[in-house]
């Protein structure tokens, strides 16, 4: 009895010497993945020393050259591989990676890159700028084809395809076409002509370089790259990527998935430790609970167009704006993805952390009922309304998340309209859009870098829609124009850039002057096995950079 006394006594002692510890800040559960680690509740690690083995799923491709089109899974595990040009950073600035240096001509109608010297891709060959010439023409030639932006291989053709749609990507391809011609001067640097001036040309030099003699090659070998990490092995089932140097993670085994769907169940498995999504399947498979994801905002806005052709536009936003501002139910109108008044993302250094007001009418418009109106319900529910106009909204064939149409079609119910959807093709989008005979249009939009609102400007210009809308004071699309170029420049402090504050004023002005309502920006997602303790540090364009720093106590 003395024994089990003491044993309780000890025990007190010990209890109450934890409770004078000082405590720690627990930890905020809603925290981005970006800033977890392992819970301190889960068992110890069941092997001594971590894996140096990641699985990760890509899918099925007609080839591994990273110039021809990939899905996003594929692509972002061999951007490990290989290095563009360009790239884009974490806060939206356009960065050197094989370009070392780079200057216009004084009439601003050539541009040439100077590449990085003793830079050498895996097979022992220099990179030199007749590789960077021969991955341009190749790139421009698939451009010129339609085929850069599109997925082709096997099953794949079922997922819907955001630049099919984008007015930014359409004046992209624009953009492409501006290149005249393009060579290797006498001081060994890459020279580009245009037809006119562009001073937004770097923007589309993202692309992956690789051996000229392999720009065409396409078979399941893919080409020499440049990057970190090299290809160790290819098959049917996948390919495995090495590296060395420092971090835990020295191979990446990328295992071969027909769809998310087959890749999903293997992750539930513990078949892969890592499942990166591109936005359709992030669309689909968000809401999974039990699961730790790191979010990744993408290039990628959803927003509605209201026709002004006849009048009205600007009303029917500012309706549809006032119903979304005053009803609570309708706050989370863009699940799962953000939601967004304007094509920006948060990381953005042009704002100086400032934030912008949403464009919030104090009152509905006359002719629109109000939202506190009675709303009848079917027998399975939902609310339906024989008698009320009509709103006719185009959608992109196979767009998700269909619950943006649901919720949509609730907001116009509670302003007396009827929602219509009319879902139209990719070929016919363009022409059903001139056409004007509807009331609002789901706009979907994608840049291979981050929104930005000249560039959301300039897509409007590119699907013909900016005479439908207007385009805001010419002062204020001068300052949009100006913050635009500002990413092209460096982050050295030789130049001082337009105020946050004069760039969050004309965005204001300028949106609540266009009959266009944001809704949404997309994003990617990466589902983490319960074995990786760590995170990522990458964004959409390379989600796996920081992939050697985790530490995988698999079983």
């Not at 006119?196 to 080409?223: C, G, K, T, Y």
């Not at 309706?319 to 304007?342: K, N, R």
Request: charged share 20%; glycine share 10%.
């Amino acid at each position: 009895m003395k024994r089990f006394a003491a044993v309780i006594l000890g025990i007190i002692v010990i209890t109450a010497g934890a409770g004078c510890q000082a405590g720690k800040p627990e930890s905020d559960p809603e925290q981005d993945a970006a800033g977890t680690r392992t819970a301190a509740t889960l068992p110890p690690p069941p092997a001594e020393s971590p894996a140096d083995t990641i699985r990760v799923a890509i899918r099925p491709e007609d080839d591994l050259n990273p110039l021809f089109p990939k899905h996003y899974a594929t692509f972002s595990l061999l951007q490990l591989v290989y290095e563009p040009l360009f790239d884009v950073s974490y806060d939206g600035r356009l960065e050197g990676v094989l370009a070392r240096s780079w200057r216009w001509s004084p009439d601003g109608l050539e541009f040439r890159i100077g590449l990085e010297e003793d830079h050498y891709f895996h097979n022992g060959q220099a990179v030199t700028a007749e590789d960077a010439l021969a991955s341009l023409e190749q790139y421009l030639a698939l451009m010129a084809a339609g085929e850069a932006g599109s997925v082709t291989a096997g099953t794949l053709n079922s997922f819907f395809q955001y630049g099919s749609y984008s007015g930014i990507e359409r004046w992209r391809l624009q953009a492409y076409e501006n290149i005249l011609s393009a060579s290797v001067c006498e001081e060994g640097e890459l020279a580009i002509l245009l037809n006119e001036s562009d001073p937004l040309l770097p923007r589309l030099l993202l692309f992956p370089i690789v051996p000229a003699s392999a720009v065409q090659a396409r078979s399941m070998n893919p080409p020499a790259g440049s990057g970190d990490w090299q290809v160790e092995s290819f098959s049917a089932a996948g390919l495995v990527l090495a590296r060395q140097g420092g971090g835990s993670i020295r191979r990446i085994e990328g295992l071969v998935y027909p769809s998310a769907i087959e890749a999903a169940f293997s992750f539930d498995q513990g078949e892969l430790d890592l499942l990166l999504m591109d936005p359709s399947e992030t669309a689909l498979y968000a809401d999974r609970s039990r699961i730790r994801k790191q979010r990744l905002g993408d290039g990628g806005f959803l927003s509605l167009f209201f026709n002004d052709r006849q009048g009205g536009g600007l009303t029917n936003r500012d309706a549809l704006l006032y119903v979304l501002g005053s009803d609570p139910e309708l706050a989370l109108m863009a699940a799962p993805f953000d939601y967004a008044a304007y094509p920006l993302f948060r990381g953005d250094f042009r704002l100086g952390g400032a934030s912008i007001p949403q464009i919030r009418p104090d009152k509905i418009p006359e002719g629109f009922a109000s939202p506190d109106s009675e709303l009848l319900d079917d027998e399975t529910g939902k609310p339906v309304t024989p008698d009320r106009p009509s709103f006719n909204l185009l959608v992109p064939q196979g767009l998700v998340p269909t619950r943006l149409i649901d919720r949509l079609s609730t907001a116009f119910l509670k302003i007396n309209r009827k929602l219509i959807v009319h879902y139209v093709e990719a070929a016919d989008w363009q022409p059903v859009l001139s056409q004007g005979r509807y009331d609002a249009a789901l706009l979907v939009d994608v840049a291979p870098f981050y929104p930005d609102p000249a560039d959301y400007l300039d897509g409007l210009h590119a699907l013909g829609l900016t005479g439908l809308a207007g385009e805001g004071a010419a002062g204020d699309q001068a300052v949009l124009q100006q913050a635009r170029l500002a990413s092209l420049e460096p982050d050295d402090g030789s130049k001082k850039h337009l105020s946050s504050t004069a760039y969050t004023e004309a965005i204001y002005r300028t949106f609540e002057s266009l009959p266009v309502a944001g809704l949404a920006t997309t994003g990617t997602m990466v589902w983490y096995s319960v074995d990786i303790e760590g995170t990522m540090a990458g964004t959409w364009r390379s989600p796996y950079h920081g992939v050697e720093d985790l530490l995988l106590w698999r079983p």
